[in-house]
Every structure is written in structure tokens, then in C-alpha cells.
């Protein structure tokens, strides 16, 4: 098993024990050294500082017990921010009436970026109301580049 995987189940072990999921865990050098960047969620709330924190130690703990990082690593433990980028059918869902931009691959009404309100998401599209226009748009997931909340002010 390669070591991303073992670190991945572990990881997935102590959120499930928290009540988070785990958003991303990436494995990588920084300035030399070996950096554990693990991006944690919950489904229902934000992430906190302190929840951070609670993850850090019990997964800290666990790294340390069970030895599978040769070597020192720092441990990076973080949200996914309020600009998250939006992955799949189920972001979109949780995120409806949320305001969001996506970038697509092909122009719709000569638009590759759509500014707007997430009305609602099916397994194959998504449908948003654009900010300036009003208009809706039904968007497919397969024409989407990339997709992300954007911060409401």
C-alpha cells in the first residue's frame, strides 16, 4: 500500500472518531522538508481554528504511534476556506443558494464564467442564477473546468 493510502486511512479513521471528513491530505516537500497537509470538513457548519486543533493532536498522536513517515514532517491541518472549491454533485447540493463562479469549457451564451447563486444540482448539472443578468443557466458537471464559492460581500 503506498504511503498517501495509509496516511488517507488513517486520516479517515480519526475524522470519522470527530465527526469530520477529510477534504484532502496531500504529502509534499516544502524548502526541504516533508509537509502532511490534511484539509478537513464536517458536513453541517465551518471548520474552526479549534477544531483544527482537536484534529492536529488526535492524528498527531496516531502519526507518531504508528511510525509510517520516515523521518520529521510538519503537520498541516486546515479548512477548506470560504472560497472552497466545489468538486462534485453533492458541494453543489450542500451549497445551494450560496453564490459561486464557474469556469467552463465550452461558452454558454458566449460566457466562459458564470458569476452566481446556485439554485439547485442534480447528478448531471447544475443550475445558477447569474449575479448580474438574472438569468439561470443549467450547466453540465462534464462542461465545468473548475468550479468555487465565492465570498459574499
Do not use: H, W
Not at 63 to 84: A, T
Not at 89 to 100: H, I, N, S, T
Not at 131 to 136: A, F, L, M, N, P
Amino acid at each position: 500500500m503506498e504511503l498517501v493510502d495509509s496516511l488517507n486511512q488513517l486520516a479517515k479513521k480519526v475524522a470519522a472518531e470527530t465527526g469530520y471528513e477529510i477534504y484532502a491530505l496531500k504529502l509534499k516537500r516544502y524548502r526541504g522538508k516533508r509537509q502532511l497537509v490534511v484539509t478537513i470538513d464536517r458536513e453541517k457548519g465551518n471548520i474552526s481554528l479549534e477544531d483544527c486543533k482537536t484534529f492536529s493532536e488526535k492524528f498527531g498522536r496516531l502519526l507518531d504511534n504508528e511510525n509510517i513517515i520516515e523521518g520529521s514532517y510538519e503537520l498541516i491541518v486546515q479548512s477548506p476556506g470560504v472560497e472552497r472549491e466545489l468538486r462534485n454533485p453533492g458541494d453543489y447540493a450542500r451549497f445551494a443558494g450560496k453564490l459561486a463562479k464557474l469556469i467552463l469549457i465550452s461558452p454558454l451564451d458566449n460566457r466562459t464564467v458564470i458569476v452566481g447563486t446556485i439554485e439547485s444540482a442534480s447528478e448531471s448539472t447544475v443550475t445558477i442564477r447569474e449575479r448580474d443578468t438574472g438569468k439561470s443557466y443549467g450547466v453540465a458537471y462534464t462542461n465545468i473546468k473548475r468550479a468555487n464559492l465565492k465570498l459574499e460581500f
